[in-house]
T-cell receptor, first 114, second 111 residues
Framework: DTAVSQTPKYLVTQMGNDKSIKCEQN?????MYWYKQDSKKFLKIMFS???????INETVPNRFSPKSPDKAHLNLHINSLELGDSAVYFC?????????????FGEGSWLTVV | DAKTTQPTSMDCAEGRAANLPCNHS???????VYWYRQIHSQGPQYIIH???NNETNEMASLIITEDRKSSTLILPHATLRDTAVYYC????????????FGQGTTLQVKP
């Protein structure tokens, strides 16, 4: 069973559209994250939720809105998609936020905006 | 979280040990050293982590110097499937849980 799973794996959409990426973890973790990897391959944190509460928002545009319906899910909704949003988005989870808690990543969602 | 410095790229012959160095001279006492790797088109994969002592698991060994200012990840018998970008990350002081990724080391295992 996949520990951190994301859907869809590939998404091609037009500028201006609204889209969502879903993430689920079956590890019983309290903390979930969204990371973005752009064309230059740098991985950067976007959001983090701990027990459904937002704890990190790394100056991400308001068009990006995470939603955590429960501890096992953290979905990413993107409004008014722009060309620059094209990237790979990784969901991740960890037991908690204290040091020493290992973060586990999903396989990524490839978003292409045309 | 402390910053890390890694070589941009390294080569290793298949079957030989791959030794990947990492400098983290500003690491603080409660920060862990984590290693992840990212194989092309996949998500980052956790390899190993340590605080002070050397660690070993089924994937690799982690050697941390006594002053904790540097570490080495050792893949004992590299295979072609170990070709990936390896990230050394110092983690923990902020307690927000996030990992800060640098550019990593691109390891090319050659036949």
């Amino acid at each position: 069973d996949t520990a951190v799973s994301q859907t869809p794996k590939y998404l091609v959409t037009q500028m201006g559209n609204d889209k969502s990426i879903k993430c689920e973890q079956n590890l019983g973790h309290d903390t979930m994250y969204w990371y973005k990897q752009d064309s230059k391959k740098f991985l950067k944190i976007m959001f983090s939720y701990n027990n459904k509460e937002l704890i990190i928002n790394e100056t991400v545009p308001n068009r990006f809105s995470p939603k955590s319906p429960d501890k096992a899910h953290l979905n990413l909704h993107i409004n008014s998609l722009e060309l620059g949003d094209s990237a790979v988005y990784f969901c991740a989870s960890s037991l908690g936020t204290v040091s020493g808690n290992t973060i586990y990543f999903g396989e990524g969602s490839w978003l292409t905006v045309v | 979280d402390a910053k890390t410095t890694q070589p941009t790229s390294m080569d290793c012959a298949e079957g030989r040990a791959a030794n990947l160095p990492c400098n983290h001279s500003t690491i603080s006492g409660n920060e862990y050293v984590y290693w992840y790797r990212q194989i092309h088109s996949q998500g980052p994969q956790y390899i190993i982590h340590g605080l002070k002592n050397n660690e070993t698991n089924e994937m690799a060994s982690l050697i941390i110097t006594e002053d904790r200012k540097s570490s080495t990840l050792i893949l004992p018998h590299a295979t072609l499937r170990d070709t990936a970008v390896y990230y050394c990350i110092v983690h923990g002081s902020s307690n927000t849980g996030k990992l800060i990724f640098g550019q990593g080391t691109t390891l090319q295992v050659k036949p």
